[in-house]
């Protein structure tokens, strides 16, 4: 079954770094899109970036361009976010998802940038 695992949430304080990882399996992980989402306490779940099956052409919310780089690794089955410059509102837990006629989520990690 399709299974995606998120690891690399913690506690940061502003202007931090984080790098989050998201491992696939139980589907051909090359073959997919995939997506990181965030959802903040009291906030809708929202896309944040996205990266093609080729890891080729990626796409971010306005909030994160230019601080948060989204990377994939298909021989690993892995995807990555490394996020740079946090501030307080990018407090969140964070997902990957595998987009589709099915969509499929993560766990979630928590990340909490707090001084």
């Known amino acids: 079954q399709v299974q995606l695992v998120e690891s690399g949430g913690g506690l940061v304080q502003p202007g931090g770094s984080l790098r989050l990882s998201c491992v696939a399996s139980?589907?051909?992980?090359?073959?997919?899109?995939m997506h990181w989402y965030r959802q903040a306490p009291g906030k809708e779940r929202e896309l944040i970036a996205s990266?093609?099956?080729?890891?080729?052409?990626?796409n971010y919310v306005d909030a994160v361009k230019g601080r948060f780089t989204v990377s994939r690794d298909n021989p690993k089955n892995a995807m990555y976010l490394q996020m740079n410059s946090l501030k307080p509102e990018d407090t969140a837990v964070y997902y990957c998802?595998?987009?589709?006629?099915?969509?499929?989520w993560g766990q979630g990690t928590q990340v909490t940038v707090s001084s």
């Open positions: 998802s595998r987009p589709g006629a099915n969509q499929y």
């Open positions: 139980g589907f051909t992980f090359r073959n997919y899109a």
């Open positions: 990266i093609d099956s080729r890891g080729r052409s990626t």
